[in-house]
Structures are given as structure tokens and as C-alpha cells.
């Protein structure tokens, strides 16, 4: 059965600092793997996704790696931001089903 | 990216009731949907899978006689909690995936916060 960790649980950075999160997964037969973004009592803005042939995904100031191998996958966030503060949710997806299995979440304070 | 909306955005219902969640693709066909829970600073849990003209697929421990999920068109899937109580009080979210983004991107609903009184 697969399963998702995510660490750290929280994390508070002073603004302009380069940071990473952290996902592993049990089961490396994965079909691929996104990054979420979830504000308080919202839904899930997607981030990046990655396929299992692809090694790294960048959209702007973000940053994903994949490795299968090990089971693990990072994001790095540049020059962080306040607005970046908010719970990031890494998930993999074990097949042509599509279905999804999600970590716990990071949740991410920027202070100004 | 494409755009799942769902309705109610948010509702509070007494005890006993059913309620019906909407979720809908706006911009493209969905052959799949997905309907996940999350509770209060936990992550989201997969209820079910539900697929265009056919029975919804439940995941382990979640009962189907309680979720009702129907998927009548390719752009709609509701989902009937029913005989809420107050343990049903939860965030679910919906996702679409069919025939936008890349294979098996899914794109995910605002959620809909349900309390149970």
C-alpha cells in the first residue's frame, strides 16, 4: 500500500529565504507525482506536476525533483515570499486510474 | 487550467439530513471524477472514484450506502451525504480528469464545508 510522507509538518522562514520541502513514498511504482498548493479553508491549486519519466519540473520561483529510485521528491521554493505562506500537499498517482495519494502537507509561514 | 466548481460552497444541516454536493468541469469532459474528505489539518482521504455512465468505486471503509455518488454526464457528479451526523462534518473536494491537461492531471474543485448539527 502506498504511502505518502511529507516532513517537515510545519515551517516558519523570514522572507527572501530559498527553502525545500520534502515528500517520500513507499511504493516507487508511481505513474506521476504533483505538488499543491492549499490556502486556509480552500480548495487545491496545483503547482507542478511530474511525470515518472521526468526528472525536475520548474513554474517560476518553484522547483520540483523527482526520484523514483529513492522514493522521494523536493520542492524548492526561491526567494520566498509571504504570499507564499499556506500548506503544500504532495501527492502520487500509482497508475492510469489516476487516483491520488497525499501527504500529510507542509505548512509554510513567510514572515515579513 | 481547466475549471471544476462546486456547489454548495459551503452548509450546515441538521442531523438526519441528506445533502447533495455538486461538482461540475466547466470547460471539458470529464471520464473521471473523484471525491476526497479532509478533516480539520489532516490531508485530503480518497472516499471514491467515479466514472461517466457507471457505479462509483469506493475506497476501503468508506460506505456507499451513506455516500451516494452519481455521475450522470460527462460533466457532472454529485455526491448525497445522507442521514448526516455530526461526524460527516468535513471539507470535501471534488476532482475532474478527462480529456484536458496532461494524462491523468487531475483538476480540483474549491471544496465544499459541510457542518452537521
Known amino acids: 500500500k502506498q504511502e505518502v510522507t511529507q516532513i517537515p509538518a510545519a515551517l516558519s522562514v523570514p522572507e527572501g529565504e530559498n527553502l525545500v520541502l520534502n515528500c517520500s513514498f513507499t511504493?516507487?511504482?508511481?505513474?506521476?507525482l504533483q505538488w499543491f498548493r492549499q490556502d486556509p479553508g480552500k480548495g487545491l491549486t496545483s503547482l507542478l506536476l511530474?511525470?515518472?519519466?521526468?526528472r525536475e519540473q520548474t513554474s517560476g520561483r518553484l522547483n520540483a525533483s523527482l526520484d523514483k529510485s529513492s522514493g522521494r521528491s523536493t520542492l524548492y521554493i526561491a526567494a520566498s515570499q509571504p504570499g507564499d505562506s499556506a500548506t503544500y500537499l504532495c501527492?502520487?498517482?500509482?497508475?492510469?486510474?489516476?487516483?491520488?495519494?497525499f501527504g500529510q502537507g507542509t505548512t509554510l509561514q513567510v514572515k515579513p | 487550467g481547466a475549471v471544476v466548481s462546486q456547489h454548495p460552497s459551503w452548509v450546515i444541516c441538521k442531523s438526519g439530513t441528506s445533502v447533495k454536493i455538486e461538482c461540475r468541469s466547466l470547460?471539458?469532459?470529464?471520464?473521471?471524477m473523484f471525491w476526497y474528505r479532509q478533516f480539520p489539518k489532516q490531508s485530503l482521504m480518497l472516499m471514491a472514484t467515479?466514472?461517466?455512465?457507471?457505479?462509483?468505486?469506493?475506497e476501503q471503509g468508506v460506505e456507499k450506502d451513506k455516500f451516494l455518488i452519481n455521475h450522470a454526464s460527462l460533466t457532472l457528479s454529485t455526491l448525497t451525504v445522507t442521514s448526516a451526523h455530526p461526524e460527516d462534518s468535513s471539507f470535501y473536494i471534488c476532482?475532474?480528469?478527462?480529456?484536458?491537461?496532461?494524462?491523468?492531471?487531475?483538476?480540483f474543485g474549491p471544496g465544499t464545508r459541510l457542518t452537521v448539527l
Open positions: 476532482s475532474a480528469k478527462g480529456q484536458r491537461g496532461l494524462l491523468n492531471e487531475q483538476f
Open positions: 511504493d516507487s511504482a508511481i505513474y506521476n
Open positions: 511530474i511525470q515518472s519519466s521526468q
Open positions: 470547460d471539458f469532459q470529464a471520464t473521471t
Open positions: 467515479s466514472n461517466e455512465g457507471s457505479k462509483a468505486t469506493y
Open positions: 501527492a502520487v498517482s500509482g497508475g492510469n486510474t489516476g487516483k491520488l495519494i
